[in-house]
């Protein structure tokens, strides 16, 4: 969900940034990938796209996905939870004075 925070991508775009942003720790295969945009759409946390790019930029069989509403609520719910996560790991850890 977080790589469609910005902008609408395709599966392969997805997988690209996952790799680019946890710096080649995390790669997302295509059957992972896939199955996991299928359980994201069931739960309506993301959509497929109807817009397209310029045929011209675009290969017909790509298929976009982009947060619904829902999605993007429940992402920043998450990284509210995350947020509160790390300040309390740094408050037990005396990082934080509180």
Do not use: N
């Amino acid at each position: 969900m977080l790589s469609l925070a910005g902008e609408e991508q395709h599966g392969y775009g997805i997988m690209q940034e996952v790799l680019e942003r946890t710096t080649g720790k995390v790669r997302l295969w295509p059957a992972t990938l896939y199955g996991s945009l299928k359980r994201l759409i069931e739960a309506e946390l993301i959509k497929e796209s109807d817009e397209r790019p310029a045929p011209e930029l675009d290969d017909a069989r790509r298929r976009y996905y982009r947060l619904t509403g829902f999605g993007r609520r429940v992402l920043d719910a998450e990284c509210a939870r995350l947020e509160e996560l790390v300040h309390s790991i740094r408050a037990k850890q005396g990082l934080v004075t509180e």
